[in-house]
């Protein structure tokens, strides 16, 4: 097996927007060093303070050296065809294959962790930085903080894991189904291991054990490695995975109890990482009111806080969609409800629009009933139209329901939740695809 071990220094953390100020590759055959490479590179913006004392490289040292353009086909030719290896391999590859990418090159080579083949082959360190894990296996670093250095410390890591049993498991981790390096540097990989195949909703933590982000599932597992995969450069997907430390999970016995189960756990929790359902609710509604001429007209507009719609809605787009709707089953006329802006030649009779509007806000009330969804062995209560809660119901008679006693024996079973307005437009549009799940409450 042939590797690179690749070391850079950078002026920053992002590949998008920091440049390399160095790079050393040692070439390595599973057994003995084949050769070095080693170059500074100017990385055409200023380096900043605490990287030069860091490093020890100052921007004029990188003046005269040669921009990464000018030496990517070399670095592409030594990386191409052998593992790349790097301490954290998800930094020193993401800056690489950016920067090849900007020269002309696409890498695509399999990738090595040293970090996380040194948590397997030796366990029980307190840290597996390089400078830690170097003092413990008594290898010194050259020049630390330099590309060449640390490359060839990195390199006789490398060696020291091949010498210990460490074959297997590098094979293990080159396997196309591994994705282990692929995680984020600081969560350890038992946590993906012992993730379910099921339905369900998980949490990413911080150091801290505070949720940063909540997602729902069908495959909880496959799902959270979803997010690891790729090489999404950005600021703001690379702070995203620093931030991982820690996933807990809840199982679900269906998508759809998942998927509700998100929105409540998203709305109690307020993650950092979260954009979606973290804006106000109920910001559009359908009214009903009666203009001078004597029609019933039904309009959308903000949600008002002391006015009482017919319906409320998170998304402007939901309130058309409705609207649309009742237009059509009742046969309304558009220009009456303020869908169609063209004045017609002839309004209808108001009577008789007036009948057909009292008949789609009956349709709308009886909507507002309570019934329960039955998805597996779980029941979602809803009552006279509000979101109760949901949870088993095994022990409980389905057939024939009646109120109050059956709708108190749910209540008993399930556990109580907020209502929001997402949770509603998710029912509302369920019932629409679902009716024959739904179980009628008798009141």
């Given at each position: 097996m042939r590797f690179a071990v690749v070391d850079i220094e950078t002026t920053g953390g992002f590949p998008s927007q920091h440049g390399i100020t160095e790079i050393a590759i040692?070439?390595?055959?599973?057994?003995?060093?084949?050769?070095?490479?080693?170059?500074?590179?100017?990385?055409?913006?200023?380096?900043?303070?605490?990287?030069?004392g860091m490093t020890g490289i100052t921007n004029a040292m990188v003046e005269a050296a040669p921009s990464f353009h000018e030496v990517a086909p070399q670095i592409y030719n030594l990386l191409?065809?052998?593992?790349?290896?790097?301490?954290?391999?998800?930094?020193?590859?993401?800056?690489?294959?950016?920067?090849?990418?900007?020269?002309?090159?696409?890498?695509?080579?399999?990738?090595?962790?040293?970090?996380?083949?040194?948590?397997?082959?030796?366990p029980g360190f307190p840290k597996y930085g390089l400078g830690h894990l170097c003092r413990?296996?008594?290898?010194?670093?050259?020049?630390?903080?330099?590309?060449?250095?640390?490359?060839?410390?990195?390199?006789?890591?490398?060696?020291?894991?091949?010498?210990n049993n460490g074959e297997r498991l590098v094979k293990e981790m080159l396997q196309?189904?591994?994705?282990?390096?692929?995680?984020?540097?600081n969560l350890p990989g038992h946590y993906i291991q012992s993730l379910p195949d099921s339905p369900g909703v998980y949490y990413f933590h911080n150091k801290l054990g505070k949720v940063i982000y909540v997602g729902k599932a069908k495959n909880i597992k496959k799902r959270v490695v979803s997010h690891f995969t790729g090489l999404d450069l950005s600021k703001k997907r690379q702070d995203f995975l620093r931030e991982i430390y820690e996933i807990s999970y809840t199982e679900c016995p269906t998508e759809f109890i998942a998927i509700l189960f998100e929105s409540i756990e998203i709305k109690r929790l307020w993650p950092a990482f979260n954009k979606s359902q973290k804006k106000f609710e109920q910001l559009w509604a359908i009214y009903q009111f009666e203009d001078n001429r004597g029609y019933l007209r039904l309009?959308?507009?903000?949600?008002?806080?002391?006015?009482?719609p017919v319906q409320a809605f998170s998304l402007l787009a939901d309130a058309h969609r409705e609207l649309w709707k009742l237009v059509r089953e009742f046969e309304l006329h558009p220009a009456l409800c303020f869908l169609d802006k063209t004045i017609p030649n002839e309004w209808p009779d108001s009577k008789i629009h007036n009948e057909q509007v009292k008949k789609a806000l009956h349709y709308i009330a009886s909507e507002k009933a309570s019934y329960i969804i039955k998805e597996s062995n779980t029941a979602i209560l809803i009552e006279k139209g509000k979101f109760v809660g949901m949870g088993p119901i095994d022990h409980l008679e389905m057939a024939e329901p009646s109120a109050p006693a059956y709708i108190a024996a749910v209540k008993?079973?399930?556990?109580?939740?907020?209502?929001?307005?997402?949770?509603?437009?998710?029912?509302?549009k369920y019932l629409e695809r679902y009716p024959?799940?739904?179980?009628?409450?008798v009141e």
């Open positions: 040692v070439l390595y055959n599973g057994s003995e060093v084949e050769g070095i490479y080693e170059t500074l590179v100017n990385p055409h913006q200023p380096i900043p303070p605490f990287v030069i191409k065809n052998r593992v790349f290896v790097a301490h954290n391999v998800n930094f020193d590859f993401s800056f690489v294959k950016h920067h090849l990418k900007e020269a002309g090159f696409e890498l695509q080579t399999p990738k090595l962790c040293t970090i996380r083949l040194s948590r397997k082959v030796f413990q296996l008594n290898i010194e670093i050259e020049n630390r903080h330099r590309a060449g250095g640390d490359a060839k410390a990195t390199a006789k890591v490398l060696d020291l894991v091949l010498q196309k189904e591994n994705r282990e390096q692929l995680m984020p540097p309009a959308i507009d903000k949600k008002h806080k002391n006015a009482q008993e079973a399930v556990t109580p939740y907020a209502e929001n307005e997402v949770i509603k437009s998710m029912l509302r024959h799940r739904v179980v009628r409450i």
